[in-house]
């Protein structure tokens, strides 16, 4: 393993208390993507997974604020010059994953942006090896139970 492989995310696993928590793991995270990462958010309704988004699009340079949950766009790009891009999905909506396949969710994987979709488990098996996978589990009193891995490349 490389240095740079292993200074990204692998195994990671975090109790937050609070969105603002949340979004500050997001953005501490950030940094560590490349170009061309898919990441996998799964987790209930009301999870955390957009608040996540808004950390990554600061820790990128980008703006938190044009981060939302789109009801009926099912991806949405933030750019900046001299930012890495990010590109949002939402596949909450998503009942058939040929649907975002229609809309080119897999040309984004070959674009120089970062991928991170929502209700990700629904699209395991369109992203490309070496996706990293986030899972957020509700707990009580606001906190959230986050765990980071990248997902089995093959041998
Ligand atoms: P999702 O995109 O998973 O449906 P959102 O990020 O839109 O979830 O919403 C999460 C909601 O939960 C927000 O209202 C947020 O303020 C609240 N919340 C409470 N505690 C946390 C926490 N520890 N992490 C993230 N969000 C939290
Ligand atoms: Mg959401």
Redesign the pocket.
Known sequence: MTTSERSRPSELECI????E???ALARRLAPQLRPGDVVL?V????????????GLAEGLGLDPGRVS?PTFVLIQEYEREGAPSLYHV?A?RVRDPCELLEVGLEEYFERPGITVI?WGDKVRELVPPGAIEIR?EVLED???R?RVRRLQRPT
Do not use: C, N, P, Q
Request: glycine share 10%; no cysteine; charged share 40%.
């Open positions: 937050t208390r609070s969105a928590e949340t979004r958010l987790g209930e309704l009301g999870a955390g997974k957009t608040t996540f988004v808004r949950s939402d909450y929502e957020f606001d906190r959230r986050i």
